[in-house]
């Protein structure tokens, strides 16, 4: 995996819930839904996480619902801190273990 690419060779099986349109009412309706649907939330961190609204929102979302949430870091070499949420390395034994606890 080289530097500013995510980690996306999975061997899970997933379902990739994230909403493509821009944020609106309606927007933030589908993200609860989807949400409350979960078992829990994995948020992938980067620098990025610290100035988006719109990933703030789904982990609060998330905490409201009453829903685990955990944080990946995205790149090796950022590992941004998220308040209130705890972030562990981007390992398939990690997000497995994890996914396990739910």
């Known amino acids: 995996m080289g530097a500013g ?14 909403v ?17 649907r979960s078992d829990g939330v994995l948020v992938i961190v980067t620098k990025n996480s610290l100035k988006s609204t719109g990933q703030k929102w789904e982990i609060a979302c998330a905490a409201e619902e009453k829903k685990p949430v955990k ?15 705890s972030i562990m390395t981007w390992t398939w034994p990690n997000i497995a273990d994890w996914i396990d606890s739910l």
Do not use: C, H
């Open 20 to 36: 493509k349109e821009a944020y609106d009412e309606e927007w933030k309706k589908k993200v609860r839904t989807r949400i409350r």
């Open 5 to 18: 690419q995510l980690n996306t060779k999975s061997p899970f099986e997933y379902v990739d819930m994230s």
């Open 71 to 85: 944080g990946i870091w995205g790149y090796k070499d950022d590992q941004t801190k998220l308040e209130g949420v």
